[in-house]
Nanobody, 127 residues
Framework: QVQLVESGGGSVQSGGSLRLSCAASGYTYSRYCMGWFRQAPGRERDGVATIAGIDSGGRISYADSVKSRFTISQDNAKNTLYLQMNSLKPEDTAMYYC??????????????????WGQGTQVTVSS
């Protein structure tokens, strides 16, 4: 079965960096759209970035709030998704989740409806 396990969260000061990882197993990784989402307390879950499977061209998209600061990438040999987060701000504080979706259309709206999610990793940015 599909399993997604996030890691790499932690506490950093404003302006710092973190790299999140999401180890995937149980499916053909290269055929799935992968996405990072985040949810702060009392707020809805928001899409952060998505990356299409390499078999679908690997197209990448970002939420406006993280463009130029965050970079999504994947290592198909390791079945692992990454999110490099630079210039972190207190408003980036949230639980971060990865998700996988087998549909061809790869964007946050589609992936948000996926049934495959990791357990989340907490990111806390202090000012």
């Amino acid at each position: 079965q599909v399993q997604l396990v996030e890691s790499g969260g932690g506490s950093v000061q404003s302006g710092g960096s973190l790299r999140l990882s999401c180890a995937a197993s149980g499916y053909t990784y290269s055929r799935y759209c992968m996405g990072w989402f985040r949810q702060a307390p009392g707020r809805e879950r928001d899409g952060v970035a998505t990356i299409a499977g390499i078999d679908s061209g690997g197209r990448i998209s970002y939420a406006d709030s993280v463009k130029s600061r965050f970079t999504i990438s994947q290592d198909n040999a390791k079945n692992t998704l990454y999110l490099q987060m630079n210039s972190l701000k207190p408003e980036d504080t949230a639980m971060y989740y990865c998700a996988a979706d087998p549909r061809f259309t790869c964007n946050s709206v589609v992936v948000a409806r996926s049934k495959y999610w990791g357990q989340g990793t907490q990111v806390t940015v202090s000012s």
